[in-house]
């Protein structure tokens, strides 16, 4: 039960990711093959409201719920970053989904997307198994 407010948020995020067509093939193929702004349009909404968020949370020395102070640390760059991008962007552009939207176009009945979440699941599994391996 004490879990229970995080199943409505993403219930409330399918509905979100739904509505605004965030998770139609249709849309993610205009965006990969650069016929239409409308998902780079929300991207970019939502890296402009990351950024803000950040800044003013820093700016106001904003605290968690828990009056712990809230930090940004810096990244750091990986080798991998750029192969691991290409392999994911691939993955997206198969299926014509992301994690995010395999979950909600199953919630919407596209038992086919279960294919792909299997075939994410086993991916990550891979790769924390061989992470100590790889340059």
Known sequence: MKNLKFF??????GIVLTKTEMISW???????????????GVIGTAVLTGIVSVFIISAADLKTWNKEKIRFPDKQSYK???PGGVIFGLGWSLTGADP???????????WVMLVGLFSAIVGTFVYSTLRNKLP
């Open 100 to 110: 995010a939207a395999m979950v909600a176009l199953l919630g919407n009945g596209i």
């Open 26 to 40: 249709f849309r993610i193929q205009e965006m990969l093959h650069f016929h239409s702004m409308h998902i780079y």
């Open 80 to 82: 991998g970053l750029f």
């Open 8 to 13: 409505f948020i993403g219930l409330y995020f």
